[in-house]
């Protein structure tokens, strides 16, 4: 490496985990990859480069599925440009047809595959981002909320402790259950009292 060691850059520049635990080899080759462009041109990297490495470097909780429906969205207000997802592509019923997308992605079934091919389009791995995209100008990165899953609603500090919002993982049923101690109560209103 030639300029700034990529060593001395500060924790947010290197950006989360040192290294992935993941023990798929198709995503370790990709990180892998990402992670030689990177170290290639510390200087001058694209931030796309580093936001890509950065999300095959992170649990699978940090990158969620996205559906076919969210990516035609997203596009529809862009007049041009190719979908990247570093997440799993999957189908949604709600939509049948879309304009032609060429698309970039991490894993997708079988199902949003041979829907994207009825309208049209293709569906491509990471390494071939410049294949398909042609210059990094022209991939537009889309990702969903992990924030928006139904069990995010019990992440964070324990339940009961000082500002914890989480919910508790028991039955509601027993007699001694977890309690959320900092829930808002409700607003009663009583009309007697006047």
Same mark, same amino acid.
């Given at each position: 490496?030639? #300029?700034? !060691?990529?060593? &001395? *850059?500060?924790?947010?520049? @290197? #950006?989360?985990? @040192? ?5 798929n &080899? ?10 030689q ?5 510390v200087?001058?990297?694209p931030? /796309?480069i ?5 999300? /095959?470097?992170? &649990? ?6 996205v ?17 990247l997802?570093?997440? @799993?592509? /999957?189908?949604?019923? &709600?939509?049948?047809q +879309?304009?032609?997308? !060429? ?7 079988? %199902? ?16 071939? +981002?410049?294949?398909?995209? #042609?210059? $990094?100008? =022209? $991939?537009? *990165?889309?990702?969903?909320d992990? %924030? ?5 609603k019990?992440? #964070? /500090? ?12 028991? !039955? =509601?049923?027993?007699? !001694?259950r977890? @309690?959320?101690? =900092? ?12």
């Amino acid at each position: 490496m030639s #300029g700034v !060691n990529y060593k &001395t *850059l500060p924790f947010s520049a @290197k #950006g989360g985990a @040192k290294a992935s635990k993941s023990k798929n &080899t198709s995503i370790l080759s990709l990180q892998a990859f990402f992670k030689q462009i990177i170290d290639a041109s510390v200087e001058n990297c694209p931030v /796309l480069i580093r936001q890509i490495e950065k999300k /095959l470097r992170t &649990t699978r909780r940090a990158r969620p599925v996205v559906k076919i429906s969210k990516i035609v969205s997203e596009m529809s207000s862009k007049d041009k440009g190719v979908p990247l997802i570093v997440a @799993k592509v /999957l189908d949604d019923e &709600t939509i049948m047809q +879309f304009p032609a997308l !060429n698309i970039v992605a991490l894993q997708w079934s079988k %199902s949003v595959q041979k829907k994207i091919e009825a309208n049209g389009g293709s569906i491509s791995t990471l390494d071939q +981002f410049l294949k398909v995209a #042609g210059s $990094l100008e =022209n $991939l537009v *990165l889309i990702a969903e909320d992990p %924030s928006k899953r139904k069990s995010a609603k019990y992440w #964070g /500090l324990a339940p009961g402790e000082k500002h914890s919002e989480a919910y508790p993982r028991a !039955n =509601n049923k027993i007699k !001694n259950r977890e @309690k959320r101690l =900092n829930a808002k109560k409700p607003m009663v209103f009583d009309a007697d009292s006047d």
